[in-house]
């Protein structure tokens, strides 16, 4: 079980779209009322087109840190885009025997399930140093999610909506929809035999959630997926009645499968969100509308 320690170090990486002028000082002051000590990667502030530098430097500070021993976890500033780019460029051997979490949201999803799938490296979604800092203090959720993983701490969190009533337990890979089904084709996709997917986005038109889920349904290993978590959707445009509301297109896919599936999970772009760990193993109870984390097996 992870958990850290007063006076560890952890890694501040920008994985994807570049900080240009926002502030991760209170991020960080955060980060050290915690007892922790954050180090800045090399290019942390970098720029190149709409990234936080090149790729290659991206993928150097990730890499750095995994290499460290003295890190014991990694913590991206913010999303964006960009971090699909550095999967082919990362030392999958070294993260395999250095293993320690990404905490992200959004773009990371890239990151973190790529890595996931080479590795089965464990990481935390639903923070964001720049993201949940910007009305100067973490949501009170958050911060006490933190406590109980930095705590080595079981979670365990109910919120949602039911839609396919059941109860399954596996590990939980996704996040962001769009950016994890860009996976999709690559050796970076996690294989979704006993898996429960978390899907979550912001500012798609609601047609393009019931053509993602196809997607994910003509996957070869979607028929062994164990449940799924639908977060929040926000922002979100129909252009046409015809295109159906988020609502609508998760009714019509939960019918066609038989799997427990909730739907407005606490999680995705909203202030007040759960923290979630990629990789890690967790029971969805989809009719008490509950998730916990267990211990991993090996089925």
Not at 223 to 244: P, S, V, W
Request: charged content about 20%; glycine content about 8%.
């Amino acid at each position: 079980m992870f958990s850290l320690q007063a006076n560890d170090k952890v890694g501040i990486i920008s994985p994807s779209a570049a900080l240009e002028n926002t502030d991760i000082n209170q991020a960080l002051a955060y980060l050290c009322s915690q007892q922790l000590t954050p180090v800045l990667g090399k290019y942390v502030h970098e720029q190149y087109r709409y990234m936080a530098g090149t790729d290659k430097q991206r993928a150097e500070d990730i890499m750095t840190f995994f290499e460290d021993d003295r890190i014991k976890a990694l913590f991206c500033t913010r999303g964006g885009a960009g971090s699909l780019r550095l999967l082919p460029l990362l030392d999958y051997d070294v993260i395999r025997r250095h293993p320690k979490p990404i905490f992200g949201l959004s773009d990371s999803t890239a990151l973190q399930n790529g890595i996931y799938a080479q590795t089965t490296n464990i990481s935390y979604s639903g923070f964001l140093l720049a993201y949940d800092f910007k009305d100067g203090q973490i949501n009170q959720m958050q911060h006490q999610d933190l406590q109980d993983i930095f705590s080595g701490r079981p979670l365990h969190y109910t919120s949602g909506k039911t839609v396919n009533e059941g109860t399954s337990e596996g590990v939980l890979v996704g996040g962001n929809a769009m950016v994890f089904l860009s996976l999709c084709g690559t050796p970076y996709f996690p294989d979704l035999s006993g898996k429960i997917l978390l899907l979550e986005d912001v500012g798609i038109k609601s047609y393009q959630l019931d053509l993602m889920l196809h997607q994910l349904k003509q996957q070869a290993s979607f028929e062994k997926l164990r449940g799924i978590i639908f977060g929040q959707f926000t922002n979100i445009k129909i252009a046409d009645a015809c295109d159906g509301s988020i609502d609508e297109n998760i009714a019509l896919f939960a019918r066609e499968i038989n799997k427990p599936v909730i739907k407005d999970f606490a999680y995705g772009h909203i202030p007040a969100r759960h923290i979630l760990p990629i990789g890690g193993y967790v029971k969805l109870d989809a009719k008490s509308c509950e998730v916990s984390t267990l211990p991993l097996t090996d089925n």
